[in-house]
């Protein structure tokens, strides 16, 4: 009954976690928790959303509570590749649910003990063994029943769980010896045990409250730094990671270092395989990473000293008066330090790993460095001498009821005794001489005013320090530099540009900078539409902010590197280093001097044809550029042109092209010209006007007085001549007609001049090259 209660109330806790995580997650993404959507899913690829596996997730909490690691396997057939297993775990210990589970066992153990008659050491650890026994197997029978499946076309995967051989054992020792536990704590302290197995176990006591020292302060601060820098919502899933992170702290603060390692492989994409390590200590710029200040760590260190000198003064009224000076003596306390270290290593750790044979695979992981416990061994032995030297003399100020309520209960025999301890070859001796327990003089009213003055200055500077120390982090959080990210991106989002190139100059001359303004920018459409701040990593004067931004379906990781700008000390003036600006290609196929884009008039000055000057990149923001011609360019048309910017970086400029046609006006125009020139044309007297497209082959010497008349008009078409010397060609369509009279000598100088009226007709065809010169029309004609 005492397992399955205790089962129950840790799985009700582990889904009151994820129910405040799964809020917080909304909060944070506008109501939104549903997970990415894939094509290989059933319904469509929606992701089924996570409230509807809360419970499933929840069962599988609890038994990563008990070190369990959470896990799945695939089977696949992939073309060309053929049969592929893969595999997937990840281990992290919700650590604060495995502090539940063994308070639930201890006090339901407790419970149990003072309702039922009195038993046996052996009877109590049977009855431990069995409530062990029924809560390992809730525990992991229950997760391999609700483990989370993902039914998925053509793939075989095996649901998602976290059972382990690890979580079956862990869950059977808790429940075991928080059970004992629980049912020993309520017998009477007056039976408290002497001798070395006493002693060690008030050792862990000791080591347990030099944790708890440390990280009831580290906790809350770690959560209210995060709530300040990331809103209140990150706080809510704070009950699921926020003791593995005080652990990290409690372990950067006791000077040793916090490890990283990855590596990944692939035989697909080679040139992405990496790996490496790095350690991080609490001083210096490692920590900023984090996006925690490097002073920091100094206060961790403080918090660790102030956590020494209280268990030191613990240690001393716990075990009572040390009689022997051995090596065992001085051994005891480090040697808890070091258990205890290995533990904490342990369960702090986060590990992944992967592997999809020899497709690719993967590992990281982030934990304690691996001579974390060894330094703690070191810590202990500090604890140990400052109980000998420091503590007789720091526990006279220890309230008499509290220091009597942590020193060990005496047996009877032994409190009657003022005699030498009979504490044999253990080394420790009974409280009866326990100097802070002797009865005290009580103080006088000045000296308490004194004490009292002293302790309240004291903390008043404290709370000053810590408050200063806090408001400065928190001023400086809100001056950060993923604050100036976050204010470009938002500049983006909203069409100003002006904003945003002030708050990332790009360094172009203004000739480049035609794109950037607010009047184009701001009728740009599929702009950013949303966009995440992913990581910050600061390095003394340097920081690295990644950012997931969302456009028009896509999404991008996009770095940017910003620097302190003459820092003070309430605001580093981060400032970004340049923005991640893309480019945009104009071209044109026909000269136009000025395009329009996004309704604003532009001087690009297009060449056009096959000038090497026919199109102009220029420096772009993300969004949708519209291009088209201006309505001062009456003798020219041209559909508009749409090109989109996205946020990626590695594919060319995207390109508007303009196909340039030749207006109604301009061929108005040149219809216009082509009848002014031929009305000239036939206005000349000469057999072959100069110039023109008509012709008479009589001899100039047998012939006189001409006179031309155009009595059927050529028709012509108009068509782009993309290798002529001008855009357009004219050319005759269909041939005009022209008559021409005039006198002819029939005697052909032979004799006497014989002038005769004579008429001739001749075909009228002519072509003209038409280009654009200072906003005019012009024609250079040809006969061909």
């Given amino acids: 009954m005492g397992g399955a209660i205790s089962y129950i109330t840790v799985l009700i806790t582990a889904v009151l976690f994820l129910i405040l995580a799964l809020i917080g997650i909304s909060a944070s993404n506008g ?19 996570p409230w509807s596996l809360m419970g499933q997730l929840a069962v599988q909490v609890v038994v990563m509570s008990q070190l369990g690691a959470l896990g799945s396997s695939i089977d696949a057939t992939i073309p060309f590749m053929g049969n592929v297993h893969g595999s997937a775990s990840f281990f992290a210990v919700p650590l604060l649910l495995t502090a539940v589970s063994i308070a639930v066992l201890f006090l339901g153990g407790r419970f149990a003990a003072k309702r039922s008659a009195a038993h046996s050491r052996a009877g109590a650890w049977i009855q431990a063994a069995v409530t062990g026994l029924v809560f390992t197997l809730l525990v992991n029978v229950s997760g391999a029943l609700f483990a989370i499946s993902f039914p998925v076309a053509g793939v075989k995967v095996s649901p998602i769980g976290a059972v382990t051989f690890g979580s079956v054992l862990f869950a059977l020792v808790i429940g075991v010896l928080a059970t004992f536990a629980g049912r020993a704590s309520v017998r009477p302290r007056t039976a408290t045990g002497v001798g070395e197995r006493a002693a060690f176990r008030r050792a862990f006591e000791a080591v347990a409250v030099h944790y708890g020292v440390f990280l009831a302060i580290a906790i809350p601060v770690v959560v209210v730094i995060l709530g300040v820098k990331s809103g209140w919502q990150a706080t ?18 006791h000077l040793s270092a916090v490890s990283r390692t990855w590596n990944f492989s692939s035989s697909v994409a080679s040139s992405s395989n990496t790996s490496g390590s790095d350690i991080s200590f609490g001083f210096g710029s490692a920590l900023a ?31 009572g008066p040390l009689v022997g000076n051995k090596i065992a003596d001085w051994a005891m306390l480090p040697a808890a330090f ?26 990281g992981s982030m934990a304690p460095a691996w001579w974390t416990p060894f330094f703690l061994l070191l810590w202990g032995g500090a604890t140990e001498a400052s109980a000998r030297y420091a503590a007789p003399q720091l526990s006279r100020y220890v309230p008499l009821a509290v220091a009597c309520r942590i020193a060990p209960a005496q047996p009877a025999a032994t409190a009657q005794s003022a005699t030498a301890p009979a504490a044999g070859s253990s080394g420790y001796a009974t409280a009866g001489d326990q100097p802070a327990l002797a009865p005290r003089e009580p103080m006088s009213v000045r000296t308490k005013r004194k004490v009292g003055l002293i302790l309240g200055s004291v903390g008043l500077v404290v709370v000053l320090g810590v408050g200063a120390i806090v408001t400065v982090n928190v001023i400086k959080g809100n001056n950060g530099p993923d604050v100036a990210v976050n204010s470009y991106l938002q500049a983006l989002q909203n069409g100003e540009a002006s904003k945003a190139m002030a708050l990332a100059d790009p360094g172009l001359a203004n000739d480049q900078r035609i794109l950037l303004s607010d009047q184009i920018y701001a009728k740009a459409g599929k702009r950013i539409d949303g966009f995440e701040i992913t990581s910050t990593k600061i ?46 290609t104009i071209t044109s196929d026909t000269p136009v001097s000025s395009v329009l884009v996004n309704g604003q008039e532009l001087n690009v000055g297009l060449a056009g044809g096959s000038s090497a000057s026919s199109s102009v990149t220029l420096p772009a923001l993300p969004g949708e550029y519209t291009v088209e011609l201006p309505s001062s360019e009456r003798y020219l048309k041209a559909q508009k042109s749409t090109a989109l910017v996205d946020i990626g970086g590695a594919q060319a400029p995207p390109t508007a092209s303009l196909k340039v046609d030749a207006s109604d006006a301009l061929k108005s125009e040149a219809m216009a010209q082509i009848d002014a020139y031929l009305a000239e044309c036939v206005k000349s007297t000469e057999a072959q006007p100069a110039n023109c497209p008509l012709d008479n082959y009589s001899s100039s010497r047998y012939s006189r007085n001409f006179h031309w008349t155009l009595t059927s008009k050529p028709t012509f078409s108009i068509s782009k001549d993309p290798y002529g010397p001008s855009p357009w060609r004219i050319r005759t369509q269909t041939p005009g007609k022209a008559t021409v009279s005039y006198e002819r000598d029939n005697s052909y100088g032979f004799g006497t001049a014989e002038w005769k009226p004579a008429t001739d007709t001749t075909s009228v065809s002519m072509s003209a090259n038409v280009s654009l010169e200072d906003g005019k029309v012009k024609l250079t004609y040809s006969s061909y």
């Fill in 338 to 363: 070091l258990v205890a270290g290995t533990l904490m290593t342990w369960f702090s750790s986060v590990m992944g790993t992967f592997d999809a044979g020899s497709l690719a695979s993967g590992a």
């Fill in 31 to 49: 109501g939104n928790t549903e997970l990415p959507s894939n094509s290989m899913l059933p319904s469509g690829g929606t992701m089924p959303s």
């Fill in 289 to 319: 990473q984090y996006g925690i200040p490097g002073w920091a760590g100094w206060l961790l260190l403080l918090l660790a000293l102030i956590s020494i000198l209280v268990t030191s003064v613990f240690w001393y009224l716990r075990r």
């Fill in 539 to 584: 390095s003394e004067d340097n920081a690295t902010v990644v950012a997931d931004v969302r456009q028009d379906g896509r999404r991008q990781q996009t770095a940017f590197k910003l620097r302190k700008a003459n820092p003070e000390l309430l605001d580093d003036h981060w400032k970004l280093e340049s923005s991640p600006l893309r480019s945009l």
């Fill in 236 to 253: 809510l899933s704070a009950p699921l990671w926020a003791p593995t992170v005080g652990f990290s702290m409690f372990g950067l603060g």
